[in-house]
T-cell receptor, first 111, second 113 residues
Framework: GQQVMQIPQYQHVQEGEDFTTYCNSSTTLSNIQWYKQRPGGHPVFLIQLVKSGEVKKQKRLTFQFGEAKKNSSLHITATQTTDVGTYFCAEYTGANSKLTFGKGITLSVRP | NAGVTQTPKFRILKIGQSMTLQCTQDMNHNYMYWYRQDPGMGLKLIYYSVGAGITDKGEVPNGYNVSRSTTEDFPLRLELAAPSQTSVYFC????????????FGPGTRLLVL
């Protein structure tokens, strides 16, 4: 089935540095969602992207959907310790109402 | 609204024991889901339901059963616990088709020894 891939699984940054991570697929995605899970917490919905080339911003977070709809990126400007957590991308398939998650990237931020 | 609630928060089971993980949502959502999360493996869908009386298998259904007798409740049953079922289990709900945001419960941490 459709798979979304997130590599690497871990990244460490110094507070204040920018951070970018990618979500890739070998086939065209109908849409992409991003979730954040804080340590010990549960996934929380961040954003959904549907259109080719779509860009959405949430404060210091910028999400982009690739022109070919085969990849998506999450960029965090000037990371803070509150950005720590695991970020998952997921594709929603409306035909059977399911989300297929990537394995996630765990971000740690050194103060 | 309490959102999605799950009980228990943590449980230790012996091999071969049975238990039911409870999930309730008060948002009148039609769609509900059960996931398991293992370290480094993301979230795997176990079962899901698109409405009361309707359930379907996800990616990893073996060893589990579900029922959906009401809109609010979606319990997950483990009949014969095995060490491979040690995991964190999340229940989620969403309003329905084309309203795709999923709202997750706080999770149940299960240890099978």
């Amino acid at each position: 089935g459709q798979q979304v891939m997130q590599i690497p699984q871990y990244q460490h940054v110094q507070e204040g540095e920018d951070f970018t991570t990618y979500c890739n697929s070998s086939t065209t995605l109908s849409n992409i969602q991003w979730y954040k899970q804080r340590p010990g917490g549960h996934p929380v919905f961040l954003i959904q992207l549907v259109k080719s080339g779509e860009v959405k911003k949430q404060k210091r977070l910028t999400f982009q959907f690739g022109e070919a709809k085969k990849n998506s990126s999450l960029h965090i400007t000037a990371t803070q310790t509150t950005d720590v957590g695991t970020y998952f991308c997921a594709e929603y398939t409306g035909a059977n109402s399911k989300l297929t998650f990537g394995k996630g990237i765990t971000l740690s931020v050194r103060p | 609204n309490a959102g999605v609630t799950q009980t228990p928060k943590f449980r230790i089971l012996k091999i071969g024991q049975s238990m039911t993980l409870q999930c309730t949502q008060d948002m009148n959502h039609n769609y509900m889901y059960w996931y398991r999360q293992d370290p480094g493996m993301g979230l795997k869908l176990i079962y899901y339901s698109v409405g009361a009386g309707i359930t379907d298998k996800g990616e990893v259904p073996n060893g589990y059963n579900v029922s959906r007798s009401t809109t609010e409740d979606f319990p997950l049953r483990l009949e014969l616990a095995a060490p491979s079922q040690t995991s964190v289990y999340f229940c989620a709900s969403s309003p329905g088709r084309f309203q795709e945001t999923q709202y997750f419960g706080p999770g149940t941490r299960l240890l099978v020894l």
